[in-house]
């Protein structure tokens, strides 16, 4: 199917100009600008990183299915749906279906996640071998890591960034030695923006939980 999906979107693999080996297409090119947006977007807490974040997903696609990155092109798939959900779940998952606050992940979800990334790389790995991706394990890892930072995210939970950033690190050498070098760049404002969404974040759930607890002290009677 993704080898069907990459002779479709043919033209949007049309190579624009060339950097060092990369031969960037309007695919890498618009995946790009789309990624930056959506992550700013997310470093601000702002519910439209998902429509740009479900639209860089759907070019990338197109990308990692033209340069037989299946797992990473799979992923795109997940990463729509996800998307419609967490951009729902932003809007009405809070407390009387109001918009989701920021806040922090318990300890139980944050182990689920870490377990669910070592079997997920454990049972990904064989089958990307088996279905000759030119990277299985690295795929493997950075797809599990990557499903486990986008559920925190969709929860609105501050840990996500733990979960992108580790991600991003794998990417960069892999996106580069493949000569993806616009997509590696896009990576390396991707680390940079996950760092500075996390710092954003903990302001974000500081700065709310010091309004709740001033909201609580106007509300507690006075002593007679």
Same mark, same amino acid.
């Given at each position: 199917?993704?080898?069907?999906?990459?002779?479709?979107a043919?033209?949007?693999?049309?190579?624009?100009?060339?950097?060092?080996?990369?031969?960037?297409?309007?695919a890498?090119?618009?995946?790009?600008?789309?990624?930056?947006?959506c992550?700013?977007?997310?470093?601000?807490?702002?519910?439209?990183?998902?429509?740009?974040?479900?639209?860089?997903?759907?070019l990338?696609?197109?990308?990692?299915?033209?340069?037989?990155?299946?797992?990473?092109?799979?992923?795109?798939?997940?990463?729509?749906?996800?998307?419609?959900?967490?951009?729902?779940?932003?809007?009405?998952?809070?407390?009387h279906?109001?918009?989701?606050?920021?806040g922090?992940?318990?300890?139980r979800?944050?182990?689920?996640?870490?377990?669910?990334?070592?079997v997920?790389?454990?049972?990904?790995?064989?089958?990307?071998?088996?279905?000759?991706?030119?990277?299985?394990?690295?795929?493997?890892?950075?797809?599990?890591?990557?499903?486990?930072?986008?559920?925190?995210l969709? &929860?609105?939970? !501050? $840990?996500?960034?733990?979960f992108w950033? @580790? +991600?991003?690190?794998?990417?960069?050498? =892999?996106?580069? %030695? #493949?000569?993806?070098?616009?997509?590696?760049?896009?990576?390396v404002?991707?680390l940079?923006?996950?760092? &500075?969404?996390? !710092? $954003?974040?903990?302001?974000?759930?500081? @700065? +709310?939980?010091?309004?709740?607890?001033? =909201?609580?002290? %106007? #509300?507690?009677?006075?002593?007679?």
């Amino acid at each position: 199917m993704l080898d069907w999906l990459a002779r479709l979107a043919a033209p949007l693999n049309r190579v624009l100009f060339h950097m060092g080996a990369d031969a960037v297409s309007w695919a890498e090119l618009l995946g790009f600008v789309t990624g930056a947006i959506c992550v700013y977007l997310v470093v601000r807490a702002n519910v439209h990183n998902f429509w740009t974040g479900i639209l860089n997903s759907a070019l990338f696609l197109l990308l990692f299915a033209t340069a037989r990155l299946w797992a990473d092109a799979s992923l795109q798939f997940i990463y729509i749906v996800l998307g419609f959900i967490g951009w729902w779940h932003w809007l009405h998952g809070g407390h009387h279906r109001a918009a989701l606050k920021v806040g922090r992940a318990s300890a139980r979800l944050l182990l689920a996640c870490i377990a669910c990334v070592a079997v997920g790389t454990l049972v990904l790995t064989p089958i990307l071998r088996q279905a000759h991706d030119i990277a299985p394990f690295l795929d493997a890892l950075t797809t599990s890591l990557s499903l486990a930072a986008q559920v925190l995210l969709n &929860a609105k939970k !501050i $840990q996500n960034w733990l979960f992108w950033i @580790a +991600a991003d690190v794998i990417y960069l050498p =892999l996106y580069f %030695t #493949k000569h993806l070098n616009l997509t590696g760049l896009v990576y390396v404002a991707f680390l940079g923006l996950a760092i &500075a969404g996390g !710092i $954003q974040w903990r302001r974000l759930e500081s @700065a +709310a939980r010091e309004s709740e607890t001033a =909201l609580a002290a %106007t #509300k507690t009677p006075a002593p007679a």
